[in-house]
C-alpha cells in the first residue's frame, strides 16, 4: 500500500464558530472542539499504516488538536500556520465587506498580512518536504482551515486560490495520495465520528 499524507484541522474554536478570521491569534479549542479532536484521532487510527512524520502548526488550537488525537508530533512549524489575515485577524468575512465589498481571502489582499501567492508558496515548502517524507510511511500535519485548503489545491497543481473549492471543517481530515505517479484526493473533510 502507497503511503499517504493527512492534513487534520484544529478542532472547532469559538473565532471558527463565529467566523471570524483567526491567523496568528491563540484561541483555544472549546469543549466541542476538544471532542472534535479526541473523535478524530479514532477516525486518523483507522487510516493510517504508520505515521512517519508528524508535523503541526506551534497555534495552541493546533498543538492540543494533535495531543487530543493522540499523535505524537516530531516538529512544531511555523510553515503550517494559518493564513495571516493581517489587519482582517479576528473579524468576519461581513464585516470586512463593509469597507471592502466583495473581499475574499482567496481572490482580495488582506492588508497587513499574507496574500494568495505568498500562502502557496509557503504551502508548496511544506509539500516539498511532506513528498520526500511520504516515500518512507504516512505524514501527518496537524493545522487550520484556509492553510490546508491551499495544501490540498497545490498537491493537485492547482494555484493557491483554488483552495477556495475545498472544504475542510474544525477537525476535518484530507487524505491525499496518488494514483499511478498523479497526485490524488483520496478523501477529503472526513469528519470525526462523534458520540451522539
Known amino acids: 500500500m502507497a503511503h499517504r499524507l493527512f492534513l487534520l484541522r484544529h478542532g472547532q474554536t469559538e473565532w471558527s464558530a463565529d467566523g471570524r478570521h483567526t491567523g496568528r491569534t491563540d484561541i483555544p479549542l472549546t469543549a ?42 516530531d516538529e512544531f512549524t ?28 482567496w481572490t ?21 518536504r511532506a513528498r520526500r517524507e511520504v516515500e518512507n510511511g504516512d505524514v ?7 492553510f490546508s485548503r491551499v495544501l490540498v489545491a497545490r498537491w493537485v497543481g492547482l494555484p493557491a486560490p483554488s483552495g477556495v473549492h475545498f472544504g475542510l471543517d474544525p477537525a476535518g481530515i484530507a487524505v491525499l495520495g496518488d494514483e499511478r505517479g498523479e497526485p490524488q484526493v483520496e478523501h477529503l473533510n472526513l469528519l470525526p465520528a462523534l458520540e451522539g
Open 32 to 73: 466541542a472542539g476538544e471532542e472534535q479532536a479526541r473523535a478524530a484521532g479514532g477516525t486518523l487510527r483507522t487510516l493510517l499504516g504508520g505515521a512517519q512524520l508528524v508535523l503541526s502548526s506551534p497555534r495552541d488550537r493546533a498543538k492540543r488538536t494533535a495531543e487530543l488525537a493522540g499523535l505524537r508530533v
Open 78 to 105: 511555523e510553515d503550517l500556520a494559518e493564513w495571516d489575515y493581517g489587519d482582517y485577524e479576528g473579524i468576519t468575512t461581513p464585516q470586512i465587506r463593509e469597507t471592502d465589498p466583495g473581499w475574499t481571502v
Open 108 to 128: 482580495h489582499p488582506s492588508p497587513g498580512g499574507e496574500n494568495a501567492d505568498e500562502v502557496g508558496a509557503r504551502a508548496d515548502k511544506v509539500l516539498d
Open 140 to 146: 501527518v500535519l496537524v493545522g487550520h482551515g484556509h
